[in-house]
């Protein structure tokens, strides 16, 4: 493709009135063009990928907001189709930036008018990469192989060449100045941060929490107090935790939080103090206070010297566990008869690795389905005649083979199917069926509080109700939602005394 043809495409698309994600989706295809039909000139590359960056920028926040609404499940071909689109066009902006500093490397012609652009270009790679990694952390997945040492080359030229902390405007219409150091340090510090235990509108909460701190981490050539992190700039290995007694080398770089998590805990202590988000996040849509202190306090823990621990001590075991997911067929599943064709419809099977009396790890093969997602309600039992526990799934993460580890919070084990009906007898509306979780202590239903979990938004705080089990009915009164989830929600109910 000539200069003339590559521009009057540029004009076209700059005229053009697609759907937002048909022009994230053409960006990304005009630059994977351009690309390979590269002509050695890294002021003409950086031209023509910084116009198309221009002209997408608002598209792609639009459709990411979009993906976001959606609950970032991709449970739809649309939401395939924005993950997909954004993924492709971060990851040709990434090449395209690349690219021109490569043939500025080589002293291409040109070369020297780009010189005065090289922080510039360097950065815009980096945030394309983060971008890259930002996506794939919200499929729950491990980054593509190179993309680690692609992100350390970039870093270490930028410190070899000494301008890793010089300041300036990443784009033209930034609000604020970056630097290359951290612009490194938002992908490093959001890799260590447990995003696997954070739904999609969270891991966005703790990328600007990120955004706003990450130039006041630590990041040193050598083991220093407070760095509990390193990374290896020309290894594909992702950044680490590191024990006592770590030898530095060449190429590893320490980090940690320094003085970001003073300023974390100030906005923790402020959101605390005033139930509001903290202006400085810069947070764009609606995220409830409480969502954003819950982020702040996740990453806080995530960050310091000791990695969050467990509450119950996990034994590795191997075994197989029956799963059914979602409300309907875990309430179907429940309270089918022990080894009816029924719960082979329902459920797959589970390889499990890893319990305790709180939860169960498992992983699963590659191309599982896509419902798995944090939050989600699922019912599990041995293979043989035996109880079903009741939990949620709080964590997921990719390998780099494919394969997906799900760490799962067990509710209850030994759930029963009840009915629950409004009283007095004959009060308007019918009657639900719901899941009784049974309380470690619980040794009978005189009283007291029980929890159930039911179809969302199924309980009116105006109601009585009573609960019919085992051929009893017993009075109750609503208190709270314990837990909701996209179809469910666990309740705690008082019983009265019968």
């Avoid at 459920?347 to 169960?360: D, I, L, P, Q, R």
């Avoid at 293979?383 to 799934?393: D, E, L, Q, R």
Wanted: aromatic share 8%; charged share 20%.
């Amino acid at each position: 493709m000539n200069d003339q043809a590559l521009d009057s495409q540029l004009l076209g698309f700059s005229q053009g009135t697609l759907d937002p994600l048909r022009r994230v989706e053409e960006a990304g295809f005009w630059l994977e063009a351009y690309r390979q039909s590269i002509r050695a000139d890294p002021l003409r590359v950086y031209q023509v990928v910084d116009r198309l960056d221009e002209l997408v920028q608002q598209q792609r926040l639009e459709v990411t907001r979009e993906y976001l609404d959606a609950g970032g499940r991709q449970q739809t071909y649309r939401e395939h189709r924005i993950w997909n689109g954004v993924v492709h066009l971060a990851r040709e902006l990434a090449a395209g930036y690349e690219s021109s500093l490569q043939l500025f490397q080589a002293g291409e012609p040109n070369a020297a008018a780009v010189a005065p652009l090289v922080p510039s270009i360097t950065a815009r790679a980096i945030r394309a990469l983060t971008l890259v990694l930002r996506w794939t952390l919200l499929r729950y997945a491990a980054a593509e192989p190179g993309f680690w040492n692609r992100l350390g080359v970039l870093f270490g030229y930028a410190e070899r060449e000494r301008f890793m902390s010089e300041r300036f405007k990443v784009y033209p219409a930034m609000a604020g100045e970056s630097t290359v150091r951290r612009e490194y340090l938002r992908a490093l510090v959001l890799s260590v941060s447990g995003t696997e235990n954070l739904l999609p509108a969270s891991q966005v909460v703790a990328d600007r929490v990120i955004a706003t701190v990450a130039e006041y981490f630590l990041l040193h050539r050598k083991p220093a107090a407070g760095c509990h992190f390193a990374v290896d700039l020309h290894a594909g290995r992702p950044p680490y935790r590191i024990g006592d007694g770590v030898a530095p080398s060449r190429t590893i770089r320490f980090f940690g939080p320094g003085h970001a998590a003073v300023i974390v805990q100030a906005l923790i202590q402020r959101a605390t103090d005033t139930g509001s988000v903290p202006a400085e996040l810069n947070l764009v849509g609606h995220f409830p206070p409480g969502l954003v202190l819950e982020v702040m306090q996740h990453l806080a823990r995530h960050w310091g010297p000791d990695p969050p621990s467990r509450s119950q001590l996990r034994q590795r075991v191997l075994s197989t566990l029956n799963v059914a997911h979602g409300f309907d067929q875990v309430l179907s599943a429940v309270s089918a008869e022990q080894g009816s064709v029924e719960v082979d419809e329902l459920t797959e099977a589970w390889t499990v690795e890893n319990e305790s009396s709180g939860g169960f790890g498992a992983v699963l093969p590659p191309r599982r389905p896509e419902w798995l997602a944090i939050g989600s309600l699922i019912s599990a039992k041995p293979t043989w005649p035996a109880a079903w526990s009741v939990g949620v799934i709080r964590r997921l993460s990719t390998d780099e083979m494919g394969r997906r580890a799900v760490g799962v919070q067990v509710l209850a084990r030994g759930g029963v199917v009840v009915e629950l009906s409004p009283l007095p007898v004959g009060q308007a509306g019918s009657t639900r069926a719901g899941i009784l979780l049974p309380g470690e202590a619980q040794t009978s239903l005189s009283g007291g509080e029980v929890k159930l979990v039911l179809a969302r938004d199924t309980v009116s705080w105006s109601h009585a109700y009573a609960m019919h089990v085992h051929e009893r009915s017993y009075p109750m009164h609503p208190r709270r939602v314990v837990e909701s989830g996209d179809d469910f929600d666990v309740v705690s109910f008082t019983l009265q005394a019968t």
